[in-house]
Structure formats: structure tokens, C-alpha cells
């Protein structure tokens, strides 16, 4: 069992290959927006909320730098939507943290959450490492690169319930990016706390990299299915909250 950091206050956790399987990610979640996308813009191209996604992508895709994006169409509104979901679509392909897109995932999600068809997953020893946690007088906070909105809605529809009623925060990159110290230095103060009692966990070594840099202690997550990282040596590491008493 690995002794966690003394004087730590808050443990800020990633989602994606941290709490929760890369697989549920990736096979269902990015799945089902994928496969709704389109229909979602057609059927909600009024709702404020898609109008905001339409002017953040349309912001993204004007500053676009690599090469062979699709290209951006607006003389008409039909022309518009075709536009949105291609470069939907293309960043999807390439996995990009864009705001925009995560809007969009967030509120086809929410749909999902809705109607029953999503469920939250976490890793079993989650829901009893936040209830330890909470118990022994320790904040837990949530950051990722996903929405707020998809945040909560994943955590409070998990198989053991209901956990969002235990989580002080949720930030997503509207805090700023994960790899940029200044990002941890505003989730610590939002919380009250100074990033030296910030305990960070994820499986991304360069946002642990950063959090670092940010005066937060770190571990890193070895769960089943994560990516290997190259500098992996630089971080103690767990693969199980049960290892953080």
C-alpha cells in the first residue's frame, strides 16, 4: 500500500483511464455522440447551447493549423450544420481536447443520460476510495477535459449509485488546459486550498508533468488498458485508489 503525501487536502482525479475505463470512453461514449452527432445538430440547431457549439467550432476552425481540415461552409444554414459535423467528426478522429467539441459530446451525452441509454462506469475501487476519503475530512474534485455537464452526469448514474454528492468540484478546460501549471494553481484556489495540499491522479504524465510545476504532489495510474508512458519513471505510481489510504 503507498503512503499518500502528507498534508494533502484535496484529491483531484482524471476521468478517462483514471476513474474510468479508456474503454468505456472511447467504445461507448465517443461512439454514441459519433453516432448521433448529426442527427443532434439537425434537431437541436435552435437551442442556444448548439449555437454557442456552432460559434466555438467555427472560432477553432478559423485558428486551425494542420493541414487537411475539412473546409467551412456558411453561406447557408444547411451548408453551416454540414460544416459542424465535419469538423466534428475530424477532430473526433484525432482525439483533440477541443472546447467546442466537448460541448457538443457533453450535451448528446446528456440525452443519453436521459433517455436511460448511458450509464456512468468506474473502476469498483472508486465509490469506497471517495467515501474513505471523505470520511477521513479530504476533498475530491474532478478534472477533465470533458464537460462539466458530462462529468456530472457520468458520476452520478454509476452502478454504485449516485457518488456526485461526495465531489466538491468539477472542472473542465474552461479552467484551462490540463498540461499548463496555472490550470491546478485556479482548481486549488477555487477550492480554498493553496496546489501544495492538491493531490493530482492521472494517467497522462504530461498533465502530471504539470500539476507538478503547479507545487501539487502527483500519481500516476496504471490501470488495465492505459497507454504506457515513456517518462513514467518520473511519477510515483498506483494502479488502485485502494493503494492511497
Known sequence: MSAAPEGVRVILLDIEGTTTPIAFVHARLFSYARERLTRYLDAHVADPTVQDVVSRLASERADERETGAPAWRDASAD????????????????????????????????????????????????????????????????????????????????????????????????????????????IAGSLGEPAGTVLFISDVTAELAAARDAGCATRLCLRPGNVPQPDASQFAAIRSFDELP
Open 79 to 186: 451548408e453551416l450544420r454540414a460544416s459542424v459535423a465535419a469538423y466534428a467528426h475530424w477532430l473526433m478522429d484525432r482525439d483533440r481536447k477541443s472546447p467546442g467539441l466537448k460541448l457538443l459530446q457533453g450535451v448528446i451525452w446528456e440525452e443519453g443520460y436521459q433517455a436511460g441509454e448511458l450509464r456512468g462506469e468506474v473502476f469498483a475501487d472508486v465509490p469506497r476510495a471517495i467515501v474513505r476519503w471523505r470520511a477521513r475530512g479530504v476533498s475530491v474534485a474532478i478534472y477533465s477535459s470533458g464537460s462539466e455537464l458530462a462529468q456530472r452526469r457520468l458520476f452520478e448514474s454509476t452502478a454504485a449509485g449516485d457518488l456526485t454528492r461526495s465531489i466538491a468540484g468539477f472542472f473542465d478546460t474552461r479552467v484551462g488546459p490540463k498540461t499548463q501549471p496555472d490550470s491546478y494553481r485556479h
